[in-house]
């Protein structure tokens, strides 16, 4: 499958066939396959991107470490993406899936995905190597300090990421464990 197009889905999750990346996500949005990886450090500490202002969509805005669209195997897609993005090389276990739609108001571009989320983790005092067409920066924070901040700027942070942290929770992460 080419890297610019998407797998579409019906409603029910089954797979329509692919469609241009851009063209799904003009306005209304066609259902689409993706995927959000989160990575935790040994502290339970989640690292959070900000997304390069340059994006197609919710450029500039924070959210989970990394993002993107499954062209095959979606954690081997997840593993090489958050390699491309922010240079981690890390294990990834699905810990869930949940669907949303979000329209971005800047570009009037919706997201209208089936988002897998992942989990993994680094140790502590991992340094992102961060690609700068797809990331602005970095940075480590509790999950208690994104939950208040998500409270308090809503708009700081992309739609996904509070529903891919809630699903990564309710699948019993973070924990804190020696990844050395």
Known sequence: ???????????????????????AHQAPGHLHEAFSVLVFDDEARLLLQQRAPSKYHFGGLWSNTCCSHPHGDVRADARD??????????????????????????????????DTV?????????????????VAATRFTTVAELEADLAARPGAYTPWLREALACARSAGHPRRRDVR
Not at 1 to 23: C, E, I, S, Y
Not at 85 to 93: N, T
Not at 123 to 128: D, E, K, Q
């Open 1 to 23: 499958m080419p890297p610019d197009t998407v797998t579409l889905l019906d409603a029910q999750g089954r797979r329509l066939g692919t469609m241009d990346k851009l063209a």
């Open 81 to 114: 993406r958050t390699a491309a993005e922010v240079g981690l090389q890390v294990d990834l276990e699905v810990v869930g899936q949940f669907t949303y739609r979000a329209q971005d108001d800047g570009t009037g571009l919706v997201e209208h995905e089936r």
């Open 118 to 134: 992942l989990v993994g983790y680094v140790p502590s005092g991992t340094v992102p190597r961060l690609d700068p067409d797809e």
